[in-house]
């Protein structure tokens, strides 16, 4: 039964904001309301516009708490203000770049930053050193003691951003000790609207400058950082923990396999073509293109695969994104991972389809932690039970540390 709307891809970018509700990113009942505004059949325009002036009012109520001395006040406001910049540019994903969407990535993480500023102590923004430009991110340390501590960097996934991450990682880090780190790498949040760096599957080449980074901070303990990855991020993670041996410990979230393990099957090619990919006619995919682009399709599914997909690894047609998609591997890189490696695999998220293949690659040192719908945990991510992937997830990671 939906939450909030029989329209799938409200349905799925809204409650998405709701979810934040945990961690004071967001309220229920602003985001019901603006769901309610757009309507189910409202288009692309209404859902950004209304969006945007939830964001615009409760932008405004925090600036007006920071005047009257409202610290609290003014930074729940600021960090749900955030929260529904980010949900009004979801749908506007795609090529070329909507200026609407420039402006409202923009308005996210000033909104963010003003929040996260009001915080004891405050998280800080951090700008990591990468080819020639700079790499986004946000340090949260659980007291500003000048303590080393245990580090977790966090890898994102597809459509999410830092700011997004921090909610979904960082309080339950700094609640048990923790330093929490999170960065924006090619193809994700500023990096890819602002600069244009696109996604890449050499993922090991990103994460080494960033614990290069990361190693020279004063509150980080280089003998226990933690690399974690959650939705796509739980194949970059592990990819970059097969060349990166720096790590102590390695969370994957959900664990991941080959991509042409999911990707070819799944395509309307006969065997022979499905062997062959990518190595095939490309106007074999035309009539799937064309039925993507039709108006009895899952919106959500157009969405991933033609707006967000080819943007996303900066190609032009549906069949250079499936193609490049399937150079994204494990197989090469699992066995060199020698850290203690934990993979969720979730009830219901076909995308966790992977862990039990990675974890044998991996061997012994690797352990897979299920989740499922009858405690509340199915779908992607365990979107909808974070207390309990937090309570699972970071007792694993105190004990594993301990030892």
Known sequence: MPLLSENPMWEAFGTRAMLQCLYRAADVGECITTVERVGESGSVDDWHREWTATADRVEAIAGAAAERGHRASARDAYLRASTYRRTSYWPLYGRPVDPRLREA????????????????????????????????????????????????????????????????HGPAALERGYNHLCFDGPGQGRTLVRDGLTMRPDWENVVTPVIDHVLTLPEVDGDRIVLAGWSFGGYLAPRAAGREHRIAALIADPGQWDQRETIVPALPLSEEDKARFPDIDPALLDPMDAWLRGPEVDPMLRWRLIERGPWVHGVDSLFDYLSGMVEYALSPVAGDIRCPALLTAAEGDPVAAGATALAAAIGDHATVLPFTAAEGSGGHCEGTARTLYEQRVFDWLDETLAA
């Open 105 to 168: 990535s923009v308005r996210e993480a000033s909104a963010f930053a003003a929040g996260v500023a009001l915080m004891d102590p405050p998280v800080r923004p951090v700008e990591i050193p990468f080819a020639g430009t700079t790499l986004p991110a946000y340090l949260g340390v659980p007291a500003a003691d000048g303590a080393a501590r245990a580090t977790i960097v966090h890898v994102n996934g597809y459509d999410s951003t830092i700011q997004e991450s921090w909610f979904a």
